[in-house]
């Protein structure tokens, strides 16, 4: 009899399956977007928790959000990569300022550089976007990167190993329920 409600139940999985149309994984631990006027800064982190006092690759990409010529397209808004910018980073730790990146000029959207962090926790990185703001001000983008310690690579490994052990213990109990008769 279980097997028939095992069996119904996966058929009807199957049949709801094909409704779900839409699913979201989470954000990278440390990638985040801000929007600021018709502007929008995405910064990431690669590894996505990156480690004191080893290089990890910081990336940005700058989007222009065109806004709308009238009511009729008001939701027909056009993203695209900014051609030419120019941006500086100014990143603290414990409120105080623990390194910078000069104002550089890009010609493409994306820039990425290699970047280490000399202690564990929460830094704030102020991303600067120039000549962008209303009479060409500066624009400030406030980013929190969390930085760990070793730990931050074997976290993956033992998630996965947990998500293991349980698919294991499950398939487990499913094989022996089988080969226990009950005595009556």
Do not use: C
Not at 41 to 67: C, G, M, W
Not at 110 to 121: A, L, P, R, V
Request: proline letters at 4%; glycine letters at 6%; aromatic letters at 10%.
């Amino acid at each position: 009899m279980s097997d028939i409600r095992f069996a119904a139940l996966a058929v009807l999985a199957l049949l709801i399956f094909p409704t779900i149309n839409y699913a979201s994984a989470h954000n990278n631990l440390n990638s985040d977007d801000q929007t600021i006027g018709n502007y929008e800064v995405q910064i990431a982190t690669d590894p996505e928790i990156p480690e004191a006092n080893h290089p990890f690759k910081l990336s940005l990409r700058v989007l222009n959000h065109q806004s709308a010529s009238n009511i009729l397209n008001s939701l027909n808004t056009q993203i695209s990569e900014v051609d030419h910018f120019r941006m500086g980073l100014r990143i603290y730790y414990n409120d105080e300022l623990v390194g910078t990146i000069p104002v550089q000029s890009f010609d493409r959207g994306e820039w990425s550089t290699q970047y280490t962090f000399h202690e564990t926790g929460n830094h704030i990185v102020d991303v600067d976007l120039y000549d962008m703001g209303p009479d060409g001000k500066i624009l400030t983008y406030t980013f929190n990167i969390t930085v760990l310690n070793v730990f931050g690579n074997i976290f993956p490994y033992i998630i996965s190993s947990g998500g293991i052990g349980f698919v294991i213990i499950v398939v487990w109990a499913l094989m022996t329920r089988n080969k226990v008769k009950p005595k009556h």
